[in-house]
């Protein structure tokens, strides 16, 4: 399967502990997004990066959350000391960018669901 | 104002008519538009694209109104199949390229 790989695609947590998320992106994508999505909502932006540089976290992202992509291919989403709101779907999506500067679609992961109990 | 407002619906519309959604959006600078469809507990996935002279894809016809700045979904001889959500979702231009997502506009097609 080429597509975009979440891991784990559930996860039950209790409160005040940390998580970690991986993502892998379809191979050669350089953006990466992370979204996060509860019923009822749209999926609400978290982060990107473009290689492995994060370009931009959305500010209604507390400090607990992180995210990495230390060599630009997979990605890391962490959140520390986890509470009930932070229960959701956490989706991940990569798209790539051609070298005319045209923007492609991105491609979503079936992603990682998140209870904190 | 919300970057981007969509009416969350219900539609419940019979199969066979007409259905069109709109979306607007905030960001003067946006310069990439997507129609996305999000089945009950799956991950969104392309619809079409929005090109800005319009575009159709058999039953579904995307428009762009960069004026008024929205977007529009028509989706003609429904069928049952086309039951889901459908998310419109914009790109800035160079330098903001994130992805901004409507809430969702929740369609089901009534046998």
């Known amino acids: 399967d080429t597509g975009v790989s979440q891991d784990p695609r559930h996860k039950i947590t209790k409160r005040g502990q940390n998580v970690t998320f991986r993502c892998d992106p379809i191979?050669?994508?350089?953006?990466l997004y992370w979204y996060r999505q509860t019923l009822g909502q749209g999926p609400e932006f978290l982060t990107y990066?473009?290689?492995?540089?994060?370009?931009?976290k959305s500010r209604l992202l507390s400090d607990r959350f992180s995210a990495e992509r230390p060599k630009g291919s997979f990605s890391t989403l962490e959140i520390q000391r986890t509470e009930q709101g932070d229960s959701a779907m956490y989706l991940c999506?990569?798209?790539?960018?051609?070298?005319?500067?045209?923007?492609?679609?991105?491609?979503f992961g079936q992603g990682t669901r998140l209870t904190v109990v | 104002r919300k970057e981007v407002e969509q009416d969350p619906g219900p539609f419940n519309v019979p199969e066979g008519a007409t259905v069109a959604f709109n979306c607007t959006y905030s960001?003067?600078?946006?310069?990439?538009f997507f129609w996305y469809r999000q089945d009950c507990r799956k991950e969104p996935k392309l619809l079409m694209s929005?090109?800005?002279s319009g575009n159709e894809d058999g039953r579904f016809t995307a428009q762009l109104n960069r004026a008024s700045q929205y977007i529009s979904l028509l989706i003609r001889d429904s069928k049952l199949s086309d039951s889901a959500t459908y998310l419109c979702?914009?790109?800035?231009?160079?330098?903001?390229?994130?992805?901004?997502f409507g809430t969702g506009t929740r369609l089901t097609i009534i046998p």
């Open positions: 999506a990569s798209s790539a960018r051609t070298g005319t500067g045209e923007n492609t679609e991105a491609f």
């Open positions: 191979s050669e994508h350089n953006r």
């Open positions: 990066f473009q290689n492995e540089a994060q370009l931009e």
């Open positions: 960001n003067s600078a946006s310069q990439s």
């Open positions: 929005v090109y800005s």
């Open positions: 979702v914009f790109r800035g231009g160079f330098g903001n390229e994130k992805l901004t």
